[in-house]
């Protein structure tokens, strides 16, 4: 590995937030908003859950019984990963001295043509819509 990439046991750490030095944030960069970034994601914090959940499986049951104690919290884990993406993804391109909204680069340059369409045709959008330019809910 070169110097830009995490070592194995630095990147274990980085899945699950602790920050690395700042010579690896091109690295970090594009491991949060580059292409596959939410996939990276969802595999990431789909499998601690599992090793929450695999104790149950353990327990004298019948296969109906295990499915129905880990299916539903197992579901609603990987849901509230996948709803929450884009906000932690921000948060962690804050941390280590990003711009958050580098998350939303991607979509931004494929609607580019869609927004100099909507420039040509009714001009230019108004100072006051500004605020309203990334997908941050804050």
Do not use: C
């Amino acid at each position: 590995m070169t110097a830009s990439q995490p070592t194995t046991l630095q990147y274990l750490a980085y899945a699950y937030g602790r920050r690395l030095p700042d010579s690896m944030r091109e690295w970090v960069a594009n491991d949060l908003a580059g292409p596959g970034a939410i996939r990276r994601h969802m595999i990431r914090y789909s499998i601690p859950p599992l090793f929450i959940l695999a104790p149950l499986w353990l327990l004298p049951a019948s296969l109906y019984v295990h499915l129905e104690m880990t299916v539903p919290i197992y579901f609603w884990a990987v849901v509230m990963a996948f709803v929450l993406n884009k906000i932690w993804r921000r948060h962690r391109l804050a941390q280590h001295g990003l711009d958050p909204n580098l998350v939303d680069l991607a979509n931004r340059e494929r609607n580019a043509r869609l927004h100099e369409d909507y420039a040509r045709r009714f001009g230019p959008r108004p100072e006051s819509a500004k605020w309203q330019s990334n997908s941050s809910p804050f």
